[in-house]
Nanobody
């Protein structure tokens, strides 16, 4: 059973940065897309960023220019670098490996 573990969430002030990590317990990590989703209180889960097996990235309009998704296939790990954080970025962030597995999420709170 594939497991994903997110880390790196926390409480920050607007304008600050966080880096999320997602470690996969599988060697097939490298052949699948990796996605980061977030769910704000009272809202549906939304796709924030994705990266294909070959490194092509895509972002939601709300985070373009502020967030960067990357992956290290040698470490079975995906990252989400979040800069210039805003209050609206608050939520639980989940990683997803293709259509195979979800992580349990890590909470990001942006507040002054």
């Amino acid at each position: 059973q594939v497991q994903l573990a997110e880390s790196g969430g926390g409480l920050v002030q607007p304008g600050e940065s966080l880096r999320l990590s997602c470690v996969a317990s599988t060697r097939i990590f490298s052949i699948h897309n990796m996605n980061w989703y977030r769910q704000a209180p009272g809202n549906q889960r939304e796709l924030v960023a994705s990266i294909t097996a070959t490194g092509t990235t895509n972002y939601a309009d709300s985070v373009k220019g502020r967030f960067t998704i990357s992956r290290d296939n040698d470490k079975n790990t995906a990252y989400l670098q979040m800069d210039h954080l805003q209050d609206e970025d608050t939520g639980v962030y989940y990683c997803r490996l293709g259509h195979i597995a979800w992580g349990k999420g890590t909470l990001v709170t942006v507040s002054s």
